[in-house]
């Protein structure tokens, strides 16, 4: 039995307000790419001398920043393996919570109690990042530092990535990572929670019924039905966790010197977007086409990021394709 082609809905707007409404829609739509396409061509016009002078892959991965030097040694080598480093991390500890807070307020929480936790969660999702920084820096690092130092203390012997001979607990890739977890809670959470809204409920009272417990129904049922928009919201914090700024140039200390490969308690780490804003202001010309190719590499890895979560999230949607 053959299956139908399926036909796309060909009729167009034969209205005036429709056809202005769908040109302004249209228009819209390619303007993002218009846009894309032009931060992309200015930041690669103004940071092509910076990738012919360091070169592009000693640039990338090479470590150093000194501008005293003829010529100067400007290198992001640890800033990108630490953006990478904390924002996998950060996600880490961002996906249990935010999985559980969108399974309590979809199947578990009364109704008004629901609603309001559906409506803190996006409040916290709106929170800038500059406050999320202040608060970091200001009552998180003390109370991160002493949770730092036990975990120091009680398991460095079995694992070394633990371990931290400085004395210092502060300012770390560890504290870091929590504050990117907390800005990205509520954006995962709100995904996984429009998607546990679309699984059928019947399934799951079906599940229930056969008697299955509530852990078994999500781990069995739940989760390998929504899977894909799940890791599509992953991907997409993901994405904002590598391109946070202000709320990690508070909490880490930037080491331009030695990658940080994963002592992750020791106070010494990178970000390239922290990298940006700590040294534009005071930089030379060649600091700021260095800069500005420091953007263009994080601007691509985010665009290569965002490209494969909606390319998950379309296919765990498919009826959104057409």
Do not use: C
């Not at 502060?170 to 509520?186: H, K, Q, T, Y």
């Not at 804003?277 to 260095?290: H, N």
């Not at 500005?292 to 296919?315: D, E, M, P, R």
């Amino acid at each position: 039995m053959s299956v139908p082609t399926q036909r796309k809905l060909l009729a167009k707007p034969s209205r005036t307000a429709d056809k202005v409404f769908f040109a302004v829609a249209k228009a819209a739509g390619y303007s993002s790419f218009v846009i894309i396409g032009l931060i992309l061509f200015f930041l690669s016009i103004r940071a092509w001398p910076a990738f012919e002078k360091q070169g592009f892959l000693e640039f990338a991965f090479g470590t150093g920043w000194d501008n005293t030097t003829n010529p100067p040694i400007l290198h992001i080598g640890p800033m990108l393996w630490g953006s990478l480093l904390i924002a996998a991390i950060g996600v880490a500890i961002a996906v249990p919570m935010a999985i559980s807070i969108a399974y309590f307020i979809e199947f578990l929480a009364p109704t008004p109690i629901a609603k309001a936790a559906t409506v803190i969660v996006d409040l916290l999702a709106a929170i800038p990042s500059v406050v999320i920084g202040l608060w970091g820096l200001g009552v998180f690092s003390p109370v991160g530092a002493h949770w730092a130092q036990m975990l120091s203390e009680t398991f460095a012997p079995i694992l070394p990535f633990l371990a931290n001979d400085t004395g210092t607990f502060l300012r770390s890739p560890f504290i870091a990572s929590i504050v990117v977890a907390v800005m990205i809670v509520p954006l995962i959470s709100s995904i996984t929670r429009e998607i546990f809204s679309q699984v059928d409920k019947e399934i799951i009272k079906g599940a229930l019924a056969l008697g299955g417990s509530r852990e078994s129904v999500l781990r069995q049922v739940i989760l390998p039905t929504s899977a894909g928009g799940i890791l599509g919201g992953v991907l997409l914090a993901l994405g904002r966790a590598m391109g946070e700024t202000v709320a990690i140039f508070f909490v880490l200390n930037l080491v331009f010197d030695e990658y940080n490969w994963f002592n992750l308690l020791e106070p010494q780490g990178g970000a390239i977007a922290s990298l940006i804003l700590a040294r534009f202001g005071e930089a030379t010309p060649d600091e700021v086409e260095a800069l500005l190719a420091a953007g263009v590499v994080l601007f691509l890895i985010t665009l290569v990021i965002n490209a494969i979560a909606s390319y998950i999230v379309q296919k765990a949607q498919p009826w959104r394709r057409d």
